[in-house]
């Protein structure tokens, strides 16, 4: 998207400093904990947990650390973590959808709101802007995998929805109860994505200015800041030139 710095940067913006990257393994990891403790151990038959590993390969977290946070599963002393999505608006009217995994739900919604207030945001009731964004599959290639021809061609094969191509890459959209079926067939396709992830995908964007952007930031980078969220997706788009001066 020539121009526009597209929304579901803010979903993998790859950690700035050690300190980030080190969160980042830790809530991967997290998850893999959570996806192998809740079926089975196996990737190969627990497609959320295959999903869970494609995912922490593609952030270039250690194996050992994959392993270990497998086994940490089926070994007695994993926590019990509740799965909670918050939603609310952050600064310029943007929708924000925040997902946790939490082992104190009181801790985390007293957190997650004192956020948003402090940073010129409100969180709203589930529901309350979930409805602006759909629920999908996202598989992403580079772009010598092959060109747009190729990978559709492979997309639809694969049963996918849609795919955007650009001169960066190939980004294929699945339904997302499909993700698992659609993202097998590729990789016997096209080889190995460079990710692979069920995401909040906006019907629309709002645009913010420098001003606003520095505001909605702030907010990000707090929630992702804590522990107990895993993702937080917003339905922003913003300039090239404003992105730099950020």
């Not at 402090?118 to 602006?132: C, I, Q, R, Y």
């Not at 080889?191 to 692979?196: D, I, L, Q």
Request: hydrophobic share 35%.
């Amino acid at each position: 998207m020539a121009g526009h710095s597209k929304w579901a940067n803010i979903q993998h913006r790859k950690g700035r400093q050690d300190k980030a990257r080190s969160k980042l393994f830790s809530k991967l990891a997290k998850e893999i904990t959570v996806a192998a403790k809740m079926g089975d151990p196996d990737p190969d038959k627990n497609p959320r947990l295959r999903l869970a590993v494609k995912e922490a390969k593609s952030q270039s977290v250690p194996k050992d650390v994959i392993e270990r946070a497998i086994k940490k599963s089926q070994g007695g002393e994993a926590e019990n973590y509740d799965e909670i999505r918050y939603e609310g608006y952050g600064p310029g009217g943007v929708a924000v959808i925040v997902e946790a995994m939490t082992d104190n739900r009181n801790r985390t919604a007293s957190t997650v709101r004192s956020t948003f207030s402090k940073n010129g945001g409100n969180l709203g009731e589930t529901g309350s802007v979930s409805f602006m964004f759909d629920r999908k599959g996202e598989i992403v290639y580079p772009a010598e995998v092959g060109d747009a021809d190729t990978v559709m061609m492979a997309a639809i094969e694969a049963g996918a929805e849609d795919v955007e191509s650009t001169e960066d890459g190939h980004t294929i959209w699945c339904a997302d109860t499909d993700l698992n079926d659609v993202s097998n067939a590729l990789e016997a396709e096209l080889g190995e994505s460079e990710a692979t992830r069920l995401v909040w995908k906006p019907q629309t964007t709002t645009e913010l200015g420098l001003e606003e952007m520095q505001k909605l930031m702030k907010l990000l980078d707090a929630l992702e800041d804590d522990d107990d969220i895993q993702k937080v997706t917003a339905n922003f788009e913003t300039s090239d030139e404003v992105m730099e001066q950020l």
